[in-house]
């Protein structure tokens, strides 16, 4: 009989790969991340360091809003705490068909539908709307959860390189005429803050016969000079754009994420979108939230416009200290990645950065391709000059 301590190890090949990871500069632990004041996520403490925040997505400052923060408690009065059950089984309250209502108008499209989360959102609508025999296209660096959904759902998939719309012609030109076709890119590009041609894409799309899907995660909220509803909006491509799928996790300071587009669509989905059909649907707090948000973004410009102000003083002041090199400038978005390369070093000036007093992740593969990785700066409206020209100075002094 073999004894316990002769018995062989079952976990010693997770062990082998966390020990393997460790050596790479690869090994990812969660960092404890804590406000200093209630009115704000950009003081914090980052394993008990105190730090300005340049990690988060809340590009408008909205998640300490007190008119989301109001309109969360109120929905948690008057439909409780949580929602039960999927909808398909426990129904759909007013709240949630008055969001859904409002999406499809932010979005201008005829119909819209709130999911989960952005991954699961984008999984789910991958499978529903693909299948074997179809052909999707996808920018080499789309976001993960776009190149999972393309993957599960067992269509021909191709992926283009990285904005080069020439490459995803020649691609298109491949694909037999009578398939079902799907162009499938991020608007905004959440490690590198760029994002294609979108009126050329569509343009070559149509050329073509394919439907295109925009992942509008990183746009929402930001782009568009009436509804601020993101890049189509920006474009004026809303009515030419199949589905956008977007999150009110990022710009519109809560959690969850959507998809619009036409009505025939949207139906599909909630008859195939696994990730629907089979999930316990959003908390009341969290619809109140985001019904909130689409509300504030569209009347009050002033987070986004001191948003865009931070991002050109990022951006001077980033000139000013020679960081061009290491920089995409002029910057497009509010994500700006400091290319480092080895993925050692990043974890190494990323520390450094944190005892400075600045949080600013560092971004390894596979999140970003072999070779690239970078510290990941996320400007929010509630970063002010001061914290902006701090966090420069010290770019500067450890990467240079």
């Known amino acids: 009989m073999m004894t316990p301590s002769s018995a062989p190890d079952s976990l010693s090949p997770y062990r082998d790969d966390l020990s393997e990871r460790e050596k790479s500069g690869q090994l990812r632990r969660c960092k404890l991340v804590e406000p200093v004041e209630a009115a704000s996520n950009i003081d914090v403490q980052v394993d008990g360091q105190a730090a300005v925040n340049f990690s988060s997505n809340d590009y408008l400052g909205l998640s300490r809003d007190k008119r989301l923060q109001e309109a969360a408690i109120q929905a948690i009065r008057r439909y409780g705490t949580g929602s039960a059950a999927s909808r398909l089984i426990s129904g759909t309250n007013e709240l949630v068909a008055t969001l859904e209502h409002q999406l499809a108008e932010f979005k201008q499209a005829e119909a819209a539908m709130v999911f989960n989360s952005g991954y699961q959102a984008n999984v789910s609508i991958l499978q529903a709307i693909l299948e074997p025999g179809d052909w999707v296209f996808c920018d080499k660096l789309n976001h993960a959860s776009l190149m999972d959904g393309c993957l599960l759902s067992g269509a021909r998939w191709t992926r283009y390189r990285h904005l080069d719309l020439e490459n995803l012609e020649a691609r298109l030109k491949k694909a037999p005429a009578d398939v079902k076709k799907w162009v499938v890119t991020d608007s905004v590009f959440s490690m590198d803050g760029d994002y294609p041609d979108l009126t050329a894409l569509v343009d070559i799309a149509d050329q073509y016969g394919a439907l295109v899907m925009i992942d509008e995660a990183h746009a929402t909220g930001l782009y568009g ?44 989905l909630i008859n195939k979108a696994r990730g629907f059909i089979y999930s316990t649907a959003l908390p009341p707090a969290v619809i109140g939230t985001a019904l909130k948000a689409i509300e504030v973004v569209q009347s009050d410009a002033e987070p986004k416009r001191r948003l865009w102000q931070n991002v050109a003083t990022f951006e001077r002041l980033a000139r000013e200290a020679g960081l061009e090199a290491r920089l995409s400038l002029p910057l497009s978005s509010p994500i700006i990645p400091l290319l480092i390369g080895d993925s050692s070093e990043t974890l190494r000036i990323s520390q450094q950065l944190l005892e400075a007093g600045y949080f600013a992740q560092g971004i390894r593969p596979p999140t970003v391709p072999p070779g690239t990785s970078r510290l990941r700066i996320a400007l929010s409206a509630a970063h002010s000059e001061l914290q902006i020209e701090g966090l420069v100075m010290a770019l500067a002094r450890l990467s240079g």
């Open 225 to 268: 000079d009436k509804r601020s509803s993101g890049l189509c909006e920006q474009f004026g491509l809303s009515e030419r754009i199949a589905l956008q799928m977007g999150t009110f996790s990022k710009a519109l300071g809560g959690a969850g994420a959507y998809v619009a587009g036409s009505r025939v669509l949207i139906d599909t």
